[in-house]
């Protein structure tokens, strides 16, 4: 074809014109596939794995759309891809997502990573803290991996619900999600702490518990049960070990990722759960 390129545009303007609008419309052939290949490069089978997508930005504008969602896991999908995790922001409405979203499904590795989407926000149902008549307000921030040093230095893979009154045993703890119980019992680090298996397959981690409602390991539980109460357990080889640090709950969200679980940030689960968190009827202790 370049031969050919040659003798058209030897020594004539014309045949430099169609040269030029040749190499332009070639350029132009290029550049979908160019940005579908720029596209893979942030779909792959670690994506699950990698710190953007473990983060789960979901800048103002998303949270206001997916707030009117009952399933937004795979809205929130195709909304991270397209926004590289959330670093550039912007909004994208349903009608866009869905349009972006059959070009993501050619991708391979789309199935998984959806599924894993999916896993962390499609269960969803209640804020795992019911304080309604307690007189206690509980507030929370994004702590995602900071600083934890007890018997070793580490990142922080969770979010805190902190309560106003540094009561332990007084504000119920519910289960955000329905699930199975597969986790009860003592840790070092969380306590007397509770591991829901939700439908979707990610491991809802509730920590330093002061006490437990009527659950064993393999109790089916839905979303509002009652998991216990919230306490200050932890950071003691000795069962019971209270005191250590303030009343509070750790919340922990983990999915599968090839062998081995990973964490996830729940700090915009917590946001999008915020607004139900007085829809919860429980039985307050005094």
Aim: one cysteine or more; hydrophobic letters at 35%.
């Amino acid at each position: 074809m370049l031969e050919g390129l040659k003798r058209i545009s030897a020594g004539t303007l014309p045949g430099c014109v169609i040269l030029l609008f040749l190499l332009v419309f070639f350029s132009a052939l290029g550049i979908p596939r160019l940005r579908f290949l720029s596209g893979q490069s942030r779909l792959s089978a670690d994506t699950v794995q990698s710190s953007g997508f473990r983060r789960q930005t979901v800048p103002t504008e998303a949270a206001e759309r997916i707030r009117k969602m009952d399933a937004p896991g795979s809205y929130l999908a195709v909304y991270w891809l397209e926004t590289r995790f959330g670093e550039t922001g912007g909004d994208l409405t349903e009608e866009e997502a869905a349009a972006c979203r059959k070009r993501w499904e050619r991708t391979e590795g789309w199935g998984g990573y959806l599924g894993a989407c999916q896993a962390v926000w499609d269960d969803l149902e209640c804020f795992p803290v019911a304080s309604k008549g307690s007189g206690i307000r509980v507030s929370f921030e994004d702590s995602w991996m900071f600083d934890r040093t007890y018997r070793e230095e580490r990142g922080h893979e969770g979010t805190d619900i902190m309560p106003d009154a540094n009561r332990r045993g007084v504000l119920p703890v519910v289960s955000m999600t329905d699930g199975v119980v597969e986790k009860l019992g003592w840790l070092e680090l969380g306590g007397y702490r509770v591991g829901i298996r939700a439908p979707g397959g990610a491991y809802f981690y509730y920590a330093h518990l002061d006490s437990y409602g009527d659950i064993r390991e393999g109790s089916e539980v839905k979303a509002g049960d009652l998991l216990g109460f919230m306490g200050d357990t932890g950071y003691g080889t000795e069962e019971g070990t209270k005191g250590k640090f303030p009343v509070h709950l750790h919340v922990g969200i983990y999915i599968g990722s090839g062998e081995e679980e990973v964490s996830v940030n729940p700090y915009a689960a917590l946001r999008y759960l915020e607004e139900k968190k007085t829809g919860v009827s429980v039985i307050l202790k005094t």
